[in-house]
Every structure is written in structure tokens, then in C-alpha cells.
């Protein structure tokens, strides 16, 4: 695991500085969906700081497995509104809000909560029509929308594109995510701050990093094939 993960920031490292970047401004997002509690406590003790889950039961069960770590949890799967309130009781950053009725019922229960959650709108960057994800071309009404809602802080954007066998294919999605952050960005929208990327994973990382990724989401490198 600790050879794993140092492969990984070494590839991160050398992804950044080929794109005149800091690695430290590239978080590793460790995705530990489907992996034991006991396995995800080994790379937390490898190392690692942010754990992603994509489900909402499986990642209490880890949360509470884990109380005693300081690390980080984001949710990164498809989450349904009537789990809104549990989601806001476990994630520090949830990265795949798509919708105005999903916001809604996050910022409700935030501010039962006392908190401000942060959130990424998930954005359906090549408008494939079953796919989760806004449309690109709503994008941007959604996070006004957003802005208005005091218990959220929109940070930014986050992106599956299709799968490719070869990474510099999935490239175009990558910088087109990145146009639409800089365009959303120069609308200086009040209480939205576009700081980060949630853009690619094993297959495409370094690609996603040349594109400004900020938060890479790596589960297969780090804890092998998922059965
Ligand atoms: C599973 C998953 C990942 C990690 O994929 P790997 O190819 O195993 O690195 C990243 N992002 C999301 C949204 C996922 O569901």
C-alpha cells in the first residue's frame, strides 16, 4: 500500500511540474468505495488524507470504523435526496450535486446541522443522456440558483467523462470542464467560490493534472481491482 501510494505522488508530482504546477495543489482523493474498513485503515495509515465513497450506507459503516482517524471522507457516487441528511452528517465535501431539489435538501439539513456544507456540481460534460451530471448548458443557472442557499458553499466542479481505453482521449472533457469553471468563475457569482477540479482517476490522472485537475479520485491504483 505505502509503495502504492508513493508511485502515486510521484506520478502527481511529475503530472504537475510537466504542467508548470504545485503538486501540493493536487489533493488525492483515495476511492475506497467496496474496499473493508480494515483495508481502508491501512491506507490511512499509509498515509492517505481523503477517503471517497460512493455509497451512502457502506460509507457510514467506514466513517464509524474509522472515528478515531482525522481523515477526510467525500462523497463522490450518485446521491439520492431522501439520503441528503445522512450525506451532511458524514462528508466534508460532496462532489456530485446535479440538481436544485438535492441542493435544497442538503442545505436543510445543513442548517439543522449548523453547518455550511461544501459541494461540487457534477457536470454531464458530454451531455450523454443517461448519464448523472447537469448539462453543461444549465450549469451555470443551477450554481446561481445554489448561491443563494445560506448552508452551502459551492466549490467548484467535478466530471466523469465517457470511458476510453487511451487517456489522451478523454482530454477534450477535461479542458472543456475546465473552460466552464473559468467562465462560471469570471461571473463572480456571490457565496460560489471556483477553486477546484474533481477530474481524473487511474486510467487518467495525469491527463486530468495537465487539464488543472485540483482533486484526482484514484481507487484501482491504490487498492487494486474492485470485484
Ligand atoms: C470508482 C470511482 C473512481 C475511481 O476509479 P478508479 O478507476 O478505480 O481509479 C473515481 N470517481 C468515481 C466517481 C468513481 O465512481
Known amino acids: 500500500m505505502k509503495k502504492k ?33 480494515e483495508i481502508v485503515k491501512m491506507a490511512v495509515e499509509a498515509g492517505v488524507t481523503i477517503l471517497g465513497e460512493n455509497f451512502i450506507q457502506e460509507a457510514r459503516d467506514k466513517v464509524h470504523a474509522l472515528l478515531s482517524s482525522s481523515v477526510l471522507w ?25 440538481s436544485l431539489k438535492l441542493a435544497l435538501a442538503l442545505n436543510r ?7 455550511v456544507q461544501k459541494i461540487l456540481i457534477q457536470v454531464n460534460i458530454d ?32 466530471t466523469m467523462p465517457p470511458f476510453f481505453d487511451a487517456p489522451e482521449k478523454a482530454r477534450p472533457y477535461f479542458s472543456a470542464l475546465r473552460a466552464l469553471r473559468d467562465h462560471i468563475s469570471d461571473q463572480a457569482i456571490s457565496n460560489v467560490s471556483m477553486v477546484e477540479l474533481s477530474m481524473g482517476m487511474t486510467g487518467d490522472f495525469e491527463i486530468a493534472i495537465a487539464e488543472g485537475s485540483t482533486l484526482v479520485r484514484i481507487g484501482t491504483a491504490i487498492f487494486g481491482k474492485r470485484k
Not at 467525500?74 to 435526496?81: E, R, S, W, Y
Not at 448539462?135 to 443557472?141: F, G, K, P, Y
Open 5 to 37: 501510494l508513493e508511485d502515486i505522488a510521484t506520478r502527481i508530482r511529475n503530472a504537475a511540474e510537466k504542467a508548470g504546477r504545485k503538486a501540493e495543489d493536487i489533493g488525492l482523493v483515495a476511492v475506497s468505495k467496496t474496499m473493508e474498513a
Open 74 to 98: 467525500h462523497f463522490i457516487g450518485h446521491l439520492q435526496t431522501n439520503k441528503a441528511k445522512i450525506a451532511v452528517g458524514l462528508f466534508d465535501l460532496i462532489h456530485s450535486v446535479d
Open 109 to 115: 439539513h445543513a442548517g439543522r446541522d449548523n453547518k
Open 127 to 158: 451531455d450523454e443522456p443517461t448519464k448523472t451530471g447537469v448539462a453543461v448548458s444549465e450549469a451555470t443557472d443551477l450554481i446561481r440558483e445554489i448561491s443563494s442557499l445560506e448552508n452551502l458553499a459551492v466549490r467548484g466542479l467535478m
